[in-house]
């Protein structure tokens, strides 16, 4: 016993100072270039069947870097989405174009005064850029119109194919790119959004290999953490830990999204952690976590969610709310194969969640009726997952063909589509007491009845659970990208020093 | 030996997992208020020696939280700087207005809709900012033209003293706030800005404790790094140490800019450390780093550069160039005090810096000759120092009657004024080899005469060293608010395992 705890010391303090995951691996050159290859045959197919020319450009505005206000702070530059898929750029201030006749890429690169070289480094030269980022040809933006010209050759007007429509969960537009004598082009701003949109949805192997890494060193992160949670700390300090970890030891410089660690009544608020709300509590005895933290490693996310008592024991009331939402999570997990609808998928999970409340007295009558009320949505009112990608909420949740559900909790839903193998889509059921949906359902004359109001009232500062893994639909099942401990046993002994994974003897004696 | 050996190694695993600087200390609450009553006493003296009644509104508009692109993608919000010197507001949609007639502010808050609370956190009251924020009243913000035209009385429309002018830094325009009615108001775009720039210029006894502390936390995270650092890591482990350190022991969630870890020839770049030179070099045995590193506590920032060695020991090139740097940056500090220049500064570390390479062979020649022809530019490209606050650029630098020089490197200075008392400034003097200037001005006839071309040589890939801390003006002269070693002994003990500061003894030895 004595000889296990201080092998768990040891683990703890050699994890604390390195990482198996370091260093982080490289990235495949292929990758944007495969990307670009799969849009141009999908535009291919879509101009063919309606009758049009294989012929024109395809054309993005990377992202320029921003100022702070009126100053002169610049914010980290992190490339715009699109661009990034289809070309990978790290840099500001390029231009991309696709020659959808032949598949060839041009970069279009920023002119650089000399003084850059003083002030901002080395000024790359245009085939740096082409070896880079694997392109065909590399020049400088002022010489799109010349550029693109040249390569249509004919006497009619270039067609571009421009980035315009709009986000299904931003609903913000997409910025078209936009340059100096765009009159001497045609231009489409219909075609290439939805057709690049619907690429995105479907992962290669090259894009899943980052995504699996942002999982790997996030996955390393959140243990870290948990193991190193005490009762006392500050929310940040666990923000902080993160972040420093997959830096660290991943290369992470940037997240997937701003770091959720909720303690407490905290735990209940589900998108916790912004400026407004800064992950400033000082948690205690008692009280659960709940932190909702991935890395982003080359432009690919992760998006993980851990639920865990922060005295690293579970009490019988955190078990039971941490069990629902776990059962939700694992049921989903094991349905889940193409062609399984993802409302079908949220509304097994909160049938699972309402099963399992009813199960432990704090929910009373028939959950098919509770259902039909929407009693799910009290307690998880968000959507049950989201394609992940380049971003957190990767787009194509809702072409226009799918309809976005009405109902409350469904309507949070950020896809209503059917599962396709390559998509990847995180699972995350939760299970929230959130006074502001209990109260009016508890007093509402057609649902009061469902709620053990005795019960219930020990919950009231409870907050929630949430447990949120990657998933990658495979032909025919998942594949979890993610690796926390999930049970509350492998949580309660990773926290209190057992490696992880756990030792397969260790597991063995449950 | 072996005692103190294994003193300094406790002392490293120690420092690793904790901070004699936490927990942050308190803001002061009255900051914002002192804040404003200066600026309202300097507004009405600038009114009545224009003969203009003191009526009228300050009307501030505060930033709003922006998306990345066209996503849901939310970036952390940070308040908008002359919001945050007036207000401290933290939360994004604000307005604020102080009534030029009796001083009395009066903050506007965005009314949030009811699923605020599920969403991102408990809707706080308007007592709430009241009592937070110290105004004497809080509204909506669609209540401006209301409150604003009950405030005033009399029948003609009440003046709004709005925010326009150029930071000189950026040569960006303030946004002056903006909504909707604004033509029931007479507006002013004129008198604000200069006058509400130069009360930040001056910083009061609660401004100063923060910036205190955000270098108190910031020198503590360099030793750190530099006690951590080995070759054969990457430069963003450097970053990833201070980041971690000053946000999990000083609750620092911002840095004051993007961290320049810069190793090597990168030392040269003088804003390394951007997207497109993010960091990410493996730096060897031998090579210099050169860390421009600040924490912001509060809104306040900090901006320390530390130079050493990677390897923890010095070689006799690296002395020499450091030691150039460091005579620069002491001979500046203990000549710094109110009606002091800071374009002679300036010039003054220039001379020194001069003198050093004379000294050690690199130069030849007279030194006022080589001033005259500007050779101390290519050298140190960029101004000695600038003022620090809110923005790590903070504005004031050059007010009306102020020209910017036109030199090669006092053009750079951000600022060219005579030092007053209460002025926060960093002295920041550099010595690097950049072959785009270097070269040029060994080529050059009239300053070709002054390189000993053959020493030079040996520094091409030396990259540079910088070394920064930062000042406050006394009535006599300056204090540094910075604290981490300087001298190369200091440096190669506090690597080599000593706690910092040395101990008493230990500094004796010397
Ligand atoms: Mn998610
Ligand atoms: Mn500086």
Redesign the interface.
Known sequence: MAKHCKEAINMVSSSSSSSSLH?PPPVPKELYALNRSKLIGSLRQHLSSSNRPLKGFVLLQG?E?Q????????????Q??YFAYLFGV???GFYGAIDISTGKAILFAPKLP?EY??????IKSLPHFKEMYMVNMVCYTDEIVEVLHSHHGGSEKPVLFLLHG??T??N????PAEFKEMEKFETDLSVLHPILTECRTIKSDAELSLIQYANDISSEAHVGVMRRTRAGM?E??L???F??HT??YG?C?HCS??CICATGG?SS????G?????N?RTFEDGDMALLDMGAEYNFYGSDITCSFPVNGKFTSDQKLIYNAVLKAHDDVISTMKPGVNWVDMHKLAEKTILESLKDGGILIGDVHEMMTERIGAVFM?HGLGHLLGI???D?GGYPKEIERPKEPGLKSLRTARDLREGMVITVEPGCYF????LAPAMENSSTSKFFNHKEIARFKSFGGVRIESDLYVTSNGADNLTNCPRQTWEIEAVMSGAPWPLEKNAADSK
Request: glycine residues 4%; charged residues 25%; hydrophobic residues 30%.
């Open positions: 260093p992202g870097e100022n702070r206000y009126c100053t002169d702070h610049t914010e980290l530059f992190r715009e989405s790290k840099e500001p000399a070289a003083v002030w901002l480094g080395e709009q986000n969960d931003s913000n537009f997409s910025k500050k940040y300090q923000e902080s830990m972040l420093h830096y660290m290369g410089r999204y701003t905290n608020v589900l998108h916790y912004h400026a407004a709300a800064p400033d009112p971003d957190t909420h787009p959130i006074d502001a949906l």
